[in-house]
Structure formats: C-alpha cells, structure tokens
C-alpha cells in the first residue's frame, strides 16, 4: 500500500509472529470434503492477516457465530500480510484455499482469473447473503464484471495525517477543497516556523499517486493495465526529488534510519498521507496530538478519493458455500461484531455496524468524523477497477520509489524499471 500502510504492515510483522503462537492459532490442511461430520456439523476454514489484537477481537466474533450456527466450526488461521499472501497463493496453487478469507481489491482479478474465488451472487438470490444495508457504495466495491468476488468488512479512505500542534505553530489550517498550489506553500511555512519537514514526501505512496492522476482525468490502473506514462510519472517522482532537496519533504536516509517508526511521530515531518484508518497507529506511537487534513486537489472541488475496504472472500473450491456466506453475512451485519471489531479492519461497511459502534477516544471519533465529512462534501467516486497483477504492480512501486528517495536510483532509471515490471506483472 502506500508509506503509512508500509510502515503499518511492519509492526503487524513484529506483533504477529508470536501471536499465532501465544494464541494457538494454525493452519488446517484439510480439504473441504473432510470438513463434515455425521451429526450435519460441518467446518469452513477462515484465513486473514493482521496481528494478535486483531485475531483476539476475530476470534470472539467467531465465538458468537459458533452459538447462533452450533453446526457450523470455524477454523482459524492468520499471518503478517506478507506471509499470508505467500502461503495464499501456494494453497490456491495447490487446489486447498481457505473458505473464506480477508481479501482487498487489488487481488480480485488476480485471482478471479485463476479461477479461485467464488461468486457469491448465487447465495445472495438463495437468501444467505444480504447485500442491503452497505454505506457510501461499499455494496459494489466487491464486484468484479457482474460477479460478487468479495463483501466489505470496513471501509477506509486517504487523509494526511497531521502534527496538530505543528500545523498550530505555523498558522496553518487545512479545509476540504484546499489546492496543491495551498499545501506546498504549507509546506514550506512548516520548514521555515518549526525547522521541521512539512511531509514525509509522496515517492512511493500509490494511492496518493492514484488520487492525483483521478483529479487530472486519469488513474494508477485501467481494467487491463496502467492508466498513466512515463512522462507521467518522470513529472512525479521529479518533483518529489525536488521538495527533499527544498526541505520540505524528509529526508528519506534519515526517515528509513528510524523504521519502523513514521517520519511524523519521529518528529522528521509535519504530516504523510496514509489511510484514515491508521490513525490510531500514530496516537499509539507518537507523544503529539494528530488529526486528519483533506487531501488537496487541482480544482479545489475533486479529490479523486474512494472509500477503500478490506473483503470476505470465498473460495471457489468450497464444499460449504451456504455455511460460507451465512458466516460473512453474520460478520458485515450482525452489531455485537461491530462492537467488538471498532475500526480495526476500517469504519464498519454497513449501516447497523456502523450505529451499532460509536467510538468514545478522539480518534476514532476522527476517523468516523472524516469519513462523514467525505460524504458531506460528495468528493467520494467509485473506485478504479484493479486489473490481474496490480498487487504485484503496488509492491514495486512502493520499493522502486524507496530506492529512489535512498539515491539509489535516478528518476529516469526508477521510471523505467516501475514500467518493466508492471508491463511483466500485467501481461502474465
């Protein structure tokens, strides 16, 4: 994902691997024709990443659905991000997926073309699946050429986190609807009112990046590609080369010197764009107060900006797929999962998760107030579809564009190795 996600994914690794562990959480190797018992009992298989706090909370969901279906076992397993995709990836080789597991957008064409997940549209007809009651849109974020391919859990959108008292200190106040023209002349009152740097710096960040082409008419991926050039690009990555040599960007030596921590509780910059979400990651790490700034636009009305969501998705495999889709249902609808998940996986996608959980600490009350405030503004549009390859795509841009901020790589060289591979990843 972008920067803030990166470093996000980082802490999940160090938390995570002993978690599995301390909660005796493992993988199942069985297949789903030997998840059956002769009482009826059947057991579906549940996959997803993230750390201990987060399968601690997934695991007394689970709790409550085992008591509403007393026939249906659900067997957990979850892994740092990284490593579920790896061992997700040798399983749906192997023809033994889990039967229903976390999933995001950019791996539904992937794997919808390796012929791995289930449409769910089928047992949304046959009634054990509602796809009533989503907010924003988030109904369709799933849909893939006609085909239910995944069901939001929770939903999350691009915001610059921020410094309040930085911010403060340089007289600077972001509304929704302010220009880059006003964030870059922010971002040089931060260096010259507080010494420090006015952002992380957008090198590797695709959503931003993504964010900027929509506001210009275009976006980071088409259905079947990429929806940008290289001269695109080159004007990119240029000037954020440019604003580190300004100052205004960190230095990207000295941001990678103190991972895992961010540039901004690290006191090395006044905000980074990341996911609304991940917010409280800051709170947690930091000794400053943060908050949410709009992103900025072009035209002071366009942000480009999307609700983005994490997915149940089933497997195409399944021997259960009745028991799969009253097990997701229950989990996107029923309040007391709302309740116990807050906005670990994002802000709750549908309406009764959302009222059902109303956050009390000043972040996440942020993060709800954010999200309204999109849909007040009517900034948010559909997001663009993610074609076959496109998680292979984000992963080197995220590492090609670091390499380049470490001076590792000219912008001319970075440029053309992102365009190599994803032409690679795209075709394949």
């Given amino acids: 994902m972008v920067t803030g996600a990166n470093v996000e994914r980082r802490t999940i690794l160090k938390a995570a691997g002993a978690g599995a562990a301390a909660l005796g959480l493992a993988a199942t190797t069985g297949c789903g024709g030997d998840s059956g018992s002769g009482d009826g009992t059947v057991t579906i298989r549940y996959s997803w990443w993230g750390a201990e706090d987060r399968a601690q909370r997934i695991n007394k969901t689970i709790a409550l659905f085992e008591k509403k279906y007393p026939k249906i076992k659900v067997k957990t397993d979850f892994q740092p991000y990284t490593d579920f995709w790896k061992k997700f990836n040798t399983q749906a080789s192997g023809g033994n997926p889990p039967d229903v597991f976390q999933n995001a957008i950019g791996f539904l064409r992937k794997y919808d073309a390796k012929n791995v997940l289930l449409d769910l549209n ?15 849109g988030l109904a369709k974020f799933g849909e893939i050429d006609g085909k239910l391919l995944g069901v939001p859990v929770g939903s999350n959108s691009m915001a610059l986190v921020i410094d309040k008292p930085v911010y403060t200190k340089a007289g600077i106040k972001p509304e929704q609807g302010w220009t880059w023209s006003d964030y870059h002349a922010a971002m040089k009152r931060i260096r010259t009112r507080t010494g420090r740097a006015g952002d992380t710096g957008p090198y590797n960040i695709m959503y931003l990046y993504d964010l900027y082409l929509r506001q210009h008419g275009k976006a980071f991926f088409t259905e079947d590609g990429l929806g940008f050039t290289e001269a695109d690009l080159t004007d990119w990555w240029t000037q954020a080369k440019k604003g580190v040599e300004e100052g205004i960007y960190a230095d990207v030596k000295k941001v990678d010197q103190i991972k895992p921590k961010s540039a901004v509780t690290g006191e090395l910059s006044g905000g980074e764009f990341t996911w609304d979400n991940f917010t409280v990651r ?9 908050g949410l700034a709009p992103i900025p636009t072009t035209d002071g009305k366009k942000t480009g900006q999307y609700l983005g ?23 996107v609808h029923d ?45 948010l549009e559909p997001i663009t579809p993610h ?32 365009f190599t591979e994803s032409k690679t990843a795209l075709s394949s």
Avoid: W
């Fill in 282 to 290: 800051y709170t947690s790490e930091g000794k400053s107060e943060y």
């Fill in 309 to 331: 969501s994490l997915m149940l998705s089933a497997s195409k495999r399944t021997q259960h797929p009745k028991e799969v889709a009253q097990f997701i249902d229950f989990m």
């Fill in 122 to 136: 089928e047992q949304v007809q046959a009634g054990h699946l509602s796809m009533d009651g989503f907010r924003a």
């Fill in 335 to 379: 309040p007391q999962v709302a309740r116990i998940m807050g906005y670990d996986r994002g802000v709750p996608a549908t309406q009764a998760q959302y009222d059902a959980f109303k956050p009390t600490d000043p972040v996440n009350k942020a993060i709800a107030a954010y999200e309204e405030s999109l849909v007040k503004a009517g900034v």
């Fill in 387 to 418: 074609p076959s390859g496109a998680d292979i795509c984000e992963a080197a841009f995220l590492r090609i564009g670091e390499e380049l901020g470490l001076g590792k790589r000219s912008v001319d060289d970075a440029v053309k190795q992102f």
